[in-house]
DNA sequence: ATGGTGGATGGTCCA
C-alpha cells in the first residue's frame, strides 16, 4: 500500500500536475494540502475518471484538505474536535483498508513568537489531545502532512543559519517531537539518513535551483504500521515543472 | 533588516 502527501498549493492551478503525478506513481492513497478550494468546487469527477474517491474539506482562498483514495474510504472525520465554520480547514481523516490516515495541514506560524506562532503550536496541542482520545498507538494509523516543522539539523539547509527561525525554532522542534512521542515512526527517515532530502523549496531567491530546501512534509506511522514499511521516497520531479507547487510530493510504501 | 515569488483576490493576506 502506497501513501503519499502533496500540499499542492492550489488545487485549482496544480490539478494537471496532480493527475499526472497520480497515473505515473498510483499511490493507494493521496493527502492532499492546500487546495485552496470550497467543497462545491472540488473537482470530484476528474479524480473519479482516474478511479479514485476523494473525501474533502476546504475553504476559499486558503487551507483545505483532502484525501484522495482508490478505494472506498470509511470513518471520515473533518476538522478537529471543538472547531466551529469559521476554524481554518486543516483537519481530515479516514479510514482506508485496514489504515487510519489523518492528514493534517499544521499552520505555518508566520513568525516566532506571533499570535499566528501560538495558534499554531496551540493547534499541535490540539492534535495530540485528538490521537489519545481517539486513537492508540497500537492502530494502524499514518499521520501525513505539511507540518511545516523541520525537527533535525539534516532537514534543513542551513541550520545555523535557520536556527530560531519560523519551521526550525526550538518551540516547534518541542512540539512536533512531542507529537511524536506519542507513538509516532518517521517512516521517510526508516530508509534515508543523509541530509539533503527536502520537501519544500521557497519561491523566493531561487531556492529550489540554490538547494535551500527544507523537509517539512512528513509521513509517521504507529509501531506496527511503521513495520510494515519497506520504503519511503520524496518525488523531486515535480517541483521543476512549468508552475510547480513550491512542495514535492512524498511517498511511503507499507506491506499491506 | 529587507526582500525575493506565487496564489487568491480584487485591499492585501498568506506562505
Known amino acids: 500500500m502506497l501513501i503519499a502527501t502533496w500540499n499542492v498549493n492550489s488545487l485549482n492551478v496544480r490539478l494537471p500536475h496532480v493527475l499526472d503525478w497520480?497515473?505515473?506513481t498510483k499511490?493507494?492513497?493521496l493527502c492532499i494540502q492546500e487546495t485552496k478550494l470550497t467543497d462545491d468546487k472540488f473537482p470530484k469527477a476528474q479524480f473519479e475518471e482516474a478511479g479514485y474517491h476523494c473525501q474533502?474539506?476546504?475553504e476559499k482562498a486558503y487551507n483545505g484538505v483532502a484525501i484522495i483514495?482508490?478505494?472506498e474510504p470509511s470513518a471520515v472525520v473533518k476538522g478537529l474536535p471543538g472547531e466551529g465554520p469559521s476554524d481554518s480547514k486543516r483537519f481530515i481523516e479516514a479510514r482506508v483498508g485496514p489504515?487510519?490516515?489523518?492528514?493534517v495541514y499544521i499552520?505555518?506560524?508566520q513568525e516566532v513568537g506571533s499570535q499566528k506562532f501560538q495558534y499554531k503550536l496551540a493547534w499541535i496541542e490540539r492534535l495530540k489531545s485528538y490521537l489519545k482520545k481517539e486513537h492508540s498507538p497500537d492502530d494502524l494509523l499514518v499521520i501525513c502532512g505539511d507540518f511545516n516543522v523541520a525537527y533535525e539539523d539534516r532537514d534543513v539547509y542551513d541550520p545555523a543559519l535557520l536556527a530560531g527561525q519560523i519551521l526550525f525554532s526550538e518551540e516547534e522542534k518541542s512540539a512536533i517531537k512531542s507529537l511524536m512521542q506519542w507513538g509516532f515512526v518517521d517512516t521517510f527517515r526508516l530508509?534515508?539518513?543523509e541530509s539533503g532530502l527536502y520537501?519544500?523549496?521557497?519561491y523566493r531567491m531561487m531556492a529550489f535551483r540554490r538547494r535551500m530546501g527544507l523537509r517539512i512534509d512528513h509521513i509517521w506511522a504507529t509501531a506496527p504500521l511503521a513495520g510494515k514499511c519497506r520504503a519511503s521516497f520524496i518525488d523531486v520531479e515535480p517541483r521543476r515543472l512549468e508552475k510547480p507547487s513550491d512542495h514535492a510530493p512524498v511517498a511511503s510504501e507499507f506491506a499491506l
Open 22 to 24: 497520480l497515473q505515473k
Open 27 to 29: 499511490p493507494n492513497v
Open 56 to 58: 474533502f474539506f476546504g
Open 69 to 71: 483514495s482508490d478505494s
Open 99 to 103: 489504515v487510519h490516515v489523518v492528514n
Open 107 to 109: 499552520p505555518n506560524g
Open 191 to 193: 530508509h534515508h539518513q
Open 199 to 202: 520537501s519544500w523549496w521557497d
